[in-house]
């Protein structure tokens, strides 16, 4: 299953066997591209079930309607479990940021993660989903495809100090039910990716 969101729309690419409760069933076959993006941004609440013949093929056929662009991030554990935040643009989110030419996905979500929020002392301990993100940007249609970490930071006492200049007004650990209440002013994708660790934390 592929999960894409459209600005807040969420859109599920799945096989003909898996039909998710609630999503109106369109077919990949049947699907016009641009009616499609048109419907999403006239409904901010529909919730879209594409259902393909062939879900990777058809993934890759859907891939070529986008500029796709790549970013990599972190969801950051401190030695309390505490969740690592950012606040910008009047939402709270996650580290994340452009994966850069010959850069791994690893080694960009550090970078990022340390940049926009001056922590350090990062380790890795595994590989999350992966979300996808569509958004205009200069008439063309993008595909924002961030890879996800979950990493833990040996600092014991960062100076965390948020990226003013990429529009980071704030940045801080949270306790479980900080982040939860951090997830009532999220963007979807995210709330998707922290729906397990929330849990295990």
């Not at 990226?163 to 994708?189: H, M, P, R």
Request: proline share 1%; charged share 30%; aromatic share 12%.
């Amino acid at each position: 299953m592929y999960k894409v969101f459209f600005n807040e729309n969420l859109v599920a690419f799945t096989d003909a066997n898996t039909v998710l409760t609630g999503f109106r069933l369109v077919k990949f076959k049947d699907l016009d591209f641009q009616f499609f993006l048109r419907e999403l941004r006239e409904d901010h609440s529909a919730k879209i079930n594409v259902i393909c013949d062939n879900l990777e093929n058809d993934w890759i056929r859907f891939l070529l309607n986008f500029e796709i662009r790549k970013a990599a991030g972190g969801v950051v554990k401190n030695q309390l479990d505490e969740l690592l935040w950012i606040y910008r643009f009047d939402k709270w989110d996650l580290p994340k940021g452009h994966v850069e030419n010959e850069e791994s996905n690893e080694v960009a979500a550090i970078r990022e993660v340390e940049e926009e929020c001056s922590v350090f002392g990062l380790k890795i301990e595994r590989e999350l989903q992966t979300t996808y993100h569509v958004f205009k940007h200069k008439n063309k249609n993008v595909l924002k495809v961030t890879y996800w970490f979950l990493m833990k930071t040996e600092e014991r006492q960062p100076n965390l100090a948020p990226q003013l200049e990429e529009g980071i007004t704030d940045v801080g650990f949270k306790s479980i039910a900080e982040s939860k209440k951090c997830l009532e002013n999220t963007y979807g994708n995210i709330k998707i990716l922290l729906s397990d660790i929330i849990s295990l934390v």
